[in-house]
């Protein structure tokens, strides 16, 4: 008989996705016309569903409001995720709108609503039951109880001797608290996994390979990705390896940054290298930009 599945547990965000897809620039005081669509959504979520597509036992901590927190669980089981999602009674669920243009690209308006209340009330070490490796999202970190969470489940995490990865989620964010509170937040994880923006931010620099080879002296690995370029990783100074983006035509890039971390962390879960985890990152990523939304599809119950 074969292991079971060594268990992932992501902490971070639901969110409501509100997708607008438009052929043009947006005019002022104009009437543009788009696709619309509602999907679930949230860093967080979107890492935990690809994992469990790609085969991971996942489950996600996360805050919703009482207005579309049972929507969302239904959603994540469709996923294959075990969600434990809390319920915040006076402030709605996190939404997001996504206007993608043409090209695949987003600009994001977003609205945090419960899932800045994620906070250490909603930690429990049982969580980390048949865990291996912790998975905290980036926007846990930018408001205080999210932080206070961050610091419980990290500690709990170690104690248990679960790896722990970061993903930085936002170079937005990064600015407005400050990339030298991130990293002493952060530092001394196993993995980090930034953007080429959010490596720039954390570094000051836009060169990707200095700036994962900077870091990686704060973070036992650096998994930097790189969109169309692929993704490389570096430790203890240096870039140790690299992988190629799949060649596909991008419909939507929400969600790619979220497949590449499960799909890297689902693959070192397996016992994979490091090159040949950034490899599947790459092929998970690929997958998701040829869909609109974050999330994987899911199959018909026929």
């Given at each position: 008989?074969?292991?079971?599945?060594?268990?992932?547990?992501?902490?971070?965000?639901?969110?409501?996705?509100?997708?607008?897809?438009?052929?043009?620039?947006?005019?002022?005081?104009?009437?543009?016309?788009?696709?619309?669509?509602?999907?679930?959504?949230?860093?967080?979520?979107?890492?935990?569903?690809?994992?469990?597509?790609?085969?991971?036992?996942?489950?996600?901590?996360?805050?919703?409001?009482a207005d579309a927190a049972q929507w969302h669980a239904a959603r994540l089981i469709e996923a294959g995720v075990r969600p434990h999602l809390r319920v915040d009674v006076s402030r709605p669920t996190a939404v997001i709108i996504v206007m993608?243009?043409?090209?695949?690209?987003?600009?994001?308006?977003?609205?945090?609503?419960?899932?800045?209340?994620?906070?250490?009330?909603?930690?429990?070490?049982?969580?980390?039951?048949?865990?291996?490796?912790?998975?905290?999202?980036?926007?846990?970190?930018?408001?205080?109880?999210?932080?206070?969470?961050?610091?419980?489940?990290?500690?709990?995490?170690?104690?248990?001797?679960?790896?722990?990865?970061?993903?930085?989620?936002?170079?937005?964010?990064?600015?407005?608290w400050g990339p030298g509170r991130f990293v002493a937040a952060t530092e001394g994880v196993d993995v980090l996994l930034p953007n080429r923006d959010e490596a720039a931010v954390l570094t000051g620099t836009a060169d990707p390979r200095e700036?994962?080879?900077?870091?990686?002296?704060?973070?036992?690995?650096?998994?930097?990705?790189?969109?169309?370029?692929?993704?490389?990783?570096?430790?203890?100074?240096?870039?140790?390896?690299?992988?190629?983006?799949?060649?596909?035509?991008?419909?939507?890039?929400?969600?790619?940054?979220?497949?590449?971390?499960?799909?890297?962390?689902?693959?070192?879960?397996?016992?994979?290298?490091?090159?040949?985890?950034?490899?599947?990152?790459?092929?998970?990523?690929?997958?998701?930009?040829?869909?609109?939304?974050?999330?994987?599809?899911?199959?018909?119950?026929?």
């Open positions: 008989m074969s292991d079971p599945p060594a268990g992932l547990l992501v902490v971070g965000d639901v969110v409501t996705d509100v997708l607008a897809r438009h052929a043009g620039p947006l005019p002022p005081d104009a009437d543009l016309p788009a696709e619309i669509t509602v999907r679930a959504g949230g860093s967080a979520a979107n890492t935990a569903a690809w994992a469990a597509t790609l085969g991971a036992d996942v489950r996600l901590l996360a805050r919703a409001g993608v243009d043409a090209a695949g690209e987003r600009t994001m308006l977003t609205q945090r609503g419960a899932g800045a209340r994620l906070g250490p009330d909603d930690w429990d070490d049982a969580l980390l039951e048949g865990a291996a490796w912790l998975h905290v999202s980036g926007y846990v970190l930018f408001a205080e109880p999210g932080r206070a969470l961050a610091r419980r489940a990290i500690a709990a995490a170690r104690a248990r001797g679960a790896g722990v990865s970061v993903d930085p989620a936002s170079a937005g964010d990064l600015r407005r700036a994962a080879a900077r870091l990686s002296g704060r973070y036992g690995l650096v998994v930097c990705k790189l969109g169309g370029d692929g993704a490389l990783a570096a430790r203890a100074g240096r870039v140790i390896a690299c992988a190629a983006a799949e060649p596909v035509r991008a419909i939507d890039s929400t969600g790619a940054g979220d497949a590449f971390a499960a799909g890297f962390l689902t693959a070192r879960l397996a016992g994979m290298p490091v090159a040949d985890a950034l490899a599947a990152g790459c092929r998970a990523g690929a997958r998701a930009v040829t869909g609109v939304g974050g999330r994987p599809p899911v199959p018909s119950p026929e």
